[in-house]
């Protein structure tokens, strides 16, 4: 099981996410949040720590570069019952995460809209997104990942069941629907920019 003391959100499709977090808020958890996302929360009495502020380094080229840092996929990645894993945390100062609320940037919906140009396309390439949902994916045993709204009333019903904690099983099936939507979203990129040869 996953006790849930820290949670980072970052969404571009913010459905639901104010009533979700004020539900996980109950269990007196940490948020850590980036941008409009950050502000949302904040705009409803939600208490919130700035990325940039876990990780003392800001948020640069266009926000293109935010959530990639070793105090975010270190918090990710680490295995809680790995002593060396722990050791370096500490070392580090990186304080585990053990949920992520993360959804990627619309690109099928940037390329549907008429006009679109391909530097907008670009634009709309998710990088931190798919590589933070990775991350955690790979470390279900204690990373609980959350990337459809849908899945927001399974998650806080089996917390409250548990005490906070959600189970192995149910975090595997959460990192299965991970790595198809990120595969997914990879080939729907390939193949517009194939198309664009």
Known sequence: MAKIKRVLISLSDKTGVVDFAKSLAGFGIQFLSTGGTAKILRDAQIS???VSEYTGFPEMLDGRVKTLHPKI???LLGIRSNPEHVETMKKHNIEPIDMIVVNLYPFRETISKPGCTFEDAIENIDIGGPTMLRSASKNFQSVTVVIDPA?????????????GEVSAEINLKLAYK??????????MISDYLKDQL
């Open 151 to 163: 899945d927001y009333p399974m998650i806080i019903e089996t917390m409250k069941k548990n005490n």
């Open 48 to 50: 919130v720590t700035d």
């Open 73 to 75: 996929h270190g918090a």
């Open 178 to 187: 991970v790595f198809k939507t990120t595969s997914e979203y990879d080939k």
